[in-house]
């Protein structure tokens, strides 16, 4: 059974059997408004904890989006390069952004969980 965690910097990330799907919290899409662009990661690159991953663009700003531990890109979705909107209409669903297999599964011990971090966006 997956098990989703949150960061402070609004990604959540649902983990199955070593891997964990990223994406985006609905907080976070609301914040940016409507995406219009989503850079995603090769597969096989390497990401540290806090590495900046990908940049989703909105017609508000840029912001990058985050690693939320270390590991290396598995997948993509590259259903985004034609419709990012998708990001904004399932943010925690279909609009996850890339795959990672974990280097060190102990750093999911520092995110939040649901309950945390609704408290964090209160």
Known sequence: MATTYYTDDHEWLRVENG???VGITN???EQ?????FVELPEVGRTFAKGDAAVVVESVKAASDVYAPVDGDVAEVNEALN???ALVNSAAT?????WKMKLSDE????????EAGYNALIG
């Open 19 to 21: 891997v964990a799907t």
């Open 27 to 29: 907080y976070a899409q």
């Open 32 to 36: 940016l408004g409507d995406l219009v």
């Open 82 to 84: 034609a419709e990012p």
């Open 93 to 97: 669903g279909d609009g996850w952004l």
């Open 106 to 113: 102990s750093q999911l011990e520092g995110l939040l969980d």
